[in-house]
């Protein structure tokens, strides 16, 4: 029988060879890679308001919302999220990992078929194999092989008797480019699938008052035809959480078999009262939105007009592709050796080696010219090496 440490190293020794060895490192320097995208995780008014509350909860929530880690500022503050983003009810769990995990393994099951875009999130992915469907990959933002794919079924199953699921994400964490949101919801009135949307990259950024994706792409009542919502806490609100918005028979049912849900330890009492301060910060930063997406312009062009080469990224999310992975750890320790907080982000995580630049909304022009130009200068010292 081989020794158990003997294996675990050499798993290790073929991740350092392959330049695939990850660390855990405090941050330090300019914001370019977190997810705190309206800059609220250090918002003084958010700091405030944390001060004025902060004696009033316990530290923990001492045990599951089912049995005393409930507290009526959750309840409030899912009454309150539901309502900004025009859903009937919500469900606040632990994690946005959680929010997917739990709910594609409550809703899925092994005589149903999910539909997955193929660089959906891993969360989206461990929630389907652990409820067992049938998962069927589509090619990343073709709805044309997913409209393929669902004919296919029905013709095997013309009755439909077997459920089908379909879940993509908004907005894509490492690509920052979205599905056609229309052409999604005319697949669905045609094909009848249970749609589950995740909107943790959008949200906050995108929409009337940040209400995300589908409040810029879509009219009232497809919005209201999408099943599930999938939101987290810890991107635009600066907390940490996931939220599920649903209809309220929807949640009732999560609330009695969500597994994830059920037998987790509630957030943090003082989380739900900072999420709906956060919200109502969220709804007037039309100013900071717009400043966010101007910088993304101006870098994306930046880029392209220095020849890096990037994504087909419509968003805030910039990743610059990078030909190896050694090649990106190089860039990425230069860089944060200069005050700029940049990452590599390797596969497994993606395909091709990249620097995920994730901008925020307490970013100045400035800061997005030095980038540039140290992005520029990096290049040359890693061309000479």
């Known amino acids: 029988m081989a020794d ?115 660089l959906n999130h891993a969360s989206i992915l461990d929630g389907i194999r652990i409820a067992g469907a049938k998962k069927k990959y589509y090619n990343h933002l073709d709805l044309g092989h997913l409209r393929s794919l669902l004919e296919k079924l029905d013709l095997e199953d013309p ?24 052409t999604l919801l005319s697949l669905k009135k045609e094909f009848g699938f249970v749609l589950v949307l995740d909107e943790a990259h959008a949200f906050g950024i995108y929409g009337p008052s940040g209400k995300g994706l589908v409040f810029q792409d879509l009219d009232p009542s ?12 810890g991107k635009s609100l600066g907390l940490e959480g996931g939220i599920i918005v649903t209809k309220q028979i929807g949640r009732d049912h999560l609330v009695n078999v969500m597994r994830s849900f059920i037998f987790s330890t509630a957030p943090l009492p003082m989380i739900s009262e900072l999420a709906s301060f956060a919200l109502s910060l969220l709804g007037s930063m039309d100013k900071e939105r717009e400043n966010l997406l101007s910088l993304a312009s101006k870098l994306k062009d930046s880029l392209k007009q220095n020849g890096f080469l990037i ?75």
């Open 222 to 233: 497809e919005i209201q035809s999408i099943d599930y919502r999938v939101y987290t806490l």
């Open 159 to 182: 009755t439909r008797k077997n459920k089908r699921i379909v879940v993509t994400e908004s907005l894509f964490s490492m690509d920052g480019d979205s599905p056609d949101l229309k």
């Open 4 to 118: 158990h440490w003997t294996e675990v190293q050499k798993k290790l020794d073929s991740i350092r060879e392959k330049q695939l060895f990850r660390e855990t490192r405090s941050y330090q320097g300019i914001d370019f890679c977190s997810n705190d995208y309206m800059g609220l995780a250090t918002n003084p008014s958010m700091l405030e308001f944390f001060q004025s509350k902060k004696d009033i909860y316990p530290f923990g929530s001492t045990a599951s919302r089912l049995v005393r880690g409930n507290t009526t500022s959750m309840e409030q503050f899912e009454s309150a999220f539901a309502s900004f983003v025009e859903g009937e009810a919500a469900l606040l769990v632990s994690t946005g990992f959680t929010a997917n995990f739990g709910l594609l393994d409550s809703i899925a099951a092994p005589d149903c078929y999910v539909f997955t875009d193929r």
């Open 311 to 385: 994504t087909n990224s419509t968003s805030h999310i910039v990743p610059i592709l990078i030909e190896t992975e050694k090649q990106a750890l190089f860039y990425a320790a230069y860089l944060q050796e200069k005050g700029l907080d940049v990452r590599a982000i390797r596969p497994p995580t993606v395909s091709t080696p990249r620097l995920r630049i994730s901008l925020n909304a307490k970013l100045t022009l400035e800061s997005i010219h030095r980038l540039v130009e140290e992005l520029i200068l990096v290049r040359k010292k890693w061309n000479s090496l």
